[in-house]
């Protein structure tokens, strides 16, 4: 009897040693409780309802050459709680805190914005009515409104997924449209918001060699993803960002920066006038009262904290004191356009919104599909193909696209 219950001692104790030992494999694999989203609980399937891929850990961008993971800036950053999610088009990184909704008017934007989640996911856990958000609910509502944003992009271009090769040196239908499956990028989109801007500047010069001097867009080449990050107290930005709905336009105003520089591969730059003049756009079918302004590295830069831009434009009309679009279109740097260029381009572009999707669509893909032997274009180039695709697309030209516009913002501002 002896032997036979030594043995079986053995047994039962090998089992409990191996018991514990995955019990203790499984706790250390266990995410910290700020990482486990309180509405998904990090269940793959609820996850998948709220349109994302994953969570921690995901690819985010690179150093020098080599591609990196949310793990490598973790153990950098590793005194910041930063959530990681990867959704269908974009990587994001979010170490924020907590925010309450005062005012009345943000309250039901943001409302709207929980029932929308609430009505694709059928998550049931997801509370429209909350005055506070939490880390992770912010981070659903950022998620949201940046897949929305691609959404809307997609729609004006005319394009779906399928209309973007799965890889490079691929042709859909005979025609070039880039060299991965993100509106023509190899990766999809890096979205880095950091509460402090002091961490946010500790990533730039850590895994990008910059310095942070409010939002920040980068081209990862190595990995063909166009990143934007920032810090929501930044000096730069005067910590207007801080403010949710500041937040979400400046990330729609930058987002639509890095999409439409990747829609058919990020081969070479437009001009300044149509890119920043369509941030301003979609920006302020945001809020009007929140605008931002690309800042080129080491120039100054015009803002104005006046927002009612449509009253502006008609004063500037009426004094004649705004560039025409003649001169506007050879502007190839941001600091080129001062507050008034600012206010006129965002204006040529609400009239030229106006007149159609088809238009748009058509004009931005012979923009976005020139490309010869080796992708690049010089600005006179491309100066004279817009001259060449408004007469094309739109049957205008400069002088008669400002005689035209000039009518229209009278009739309708």
């Known amino acids: 009897m002896r032997p036979r219950a030594s043995c079986t001692g053995l047994v039962l104790a090998c089992l409990l040693l191996g018991q514990a030992s995955a019990q203790k494999t499984s706790e250390a694999d266990k995410p910290p409780k700020w990482r486990i989203d309180p509405i998904t609980r990090n269940d793959p399937e609820a996850m998948q309802k709220l349109g994302y891929v994953a969570f921690a850990p995901i690819a985010f961008g690179q150093r020098g050459r080599t591609a990196v993971s949310s793990d490598d800036i973790d153990a950098h950053l590793h005194y910041a709680q930063i959530l990681w999610a990867e959704t269908e088009h974009f990587l994001i990184g979010l170490a924020v805190g907590n925010y309450k909704i005062s005012k009345m008017e943000q309250r039901k934007k943001i409302r709207a914005e929980l029932t929308q989640m609430l009505e694709r996911s059928g998550l049931r856990r997801i509370k429209p009515k909350t005055t506070v958000l939490k880390p992770w609910h912010r981070m659903h509502l950022i998620a949201q409104r940046l897949e929305n944003q691609y959404a809307l992009l997609e729609n004006w271009l005319a394009v779906t997924d399928a ?50 001097g409010g939002g920040q867009r980068w081209n990862f080449k190595e990995v063909g993803s166009l990143f934007y990050g920032i810090g929501l107290d930044s000096r730069d930005e005067e910590a207007r960002l801080m403010d949710d709905t500041a937040l979400h336009a400046n990330l729609v105003f930058s987002t639509t920066h890095n999409l439409l520089d990747g829609y058919k591969h990020y081969n070479y730059d437009l001009p300044v006038w149509i890119t920043e003049g369509l941030a301003h756009y979609f920006e302020r079918l945001i809020s009007e ?25 008609k004063a500037l009309l009426a004094s004649g004191d705004m560039a025409p679009l003649g001169e506007i279109m050879a502007w190839r740097e941001f600091g080129q356009i001062d507050t008034n260029g600012h206010l006129g381009i965002w204006s040529r572009w609400d009239y030229l919104m106006s007149l159609g999707r088809d238009k748009f669509a058509d004009f931005m893909g012979k923009m976005k599909g020139m490309i010869d032997s080796d992708g690049q274009q010089t600005g006179e180039r ?8 408004l007469r094309e697309v739109y049957g205008l030209n400069p002088i008669t696209l400002d005689e035209r516009w000039k009518e229209w913002v009278q009739a309708n501002y």
């Open 382 to 389: 491309l100066v004279a193909a817009s001259r060449s695709y």
């Open 289 to 313: 009262r929140d605008n931002t302004f690309t800042r080129d590295e080491g120039a100054t830069v015009s803002t104005t904290r006046k927002w009612q831009w449509r009253k502006e434009v």
């Open 163 to 212: 209309s973007f090769p799965d890889g490079p040196s691929q042709r859909i239908r005979g025609k070039y449209m880039g060299e991965g499956p993100y509106l023509g990028q190899e990766g999809k989109y890096p979205v880095l918001i950091m509460e402090s801007d002091s961490s946010f500047d500790d990533y730039l010069k850590n895994f990008i060699g910059a310095r942070s």
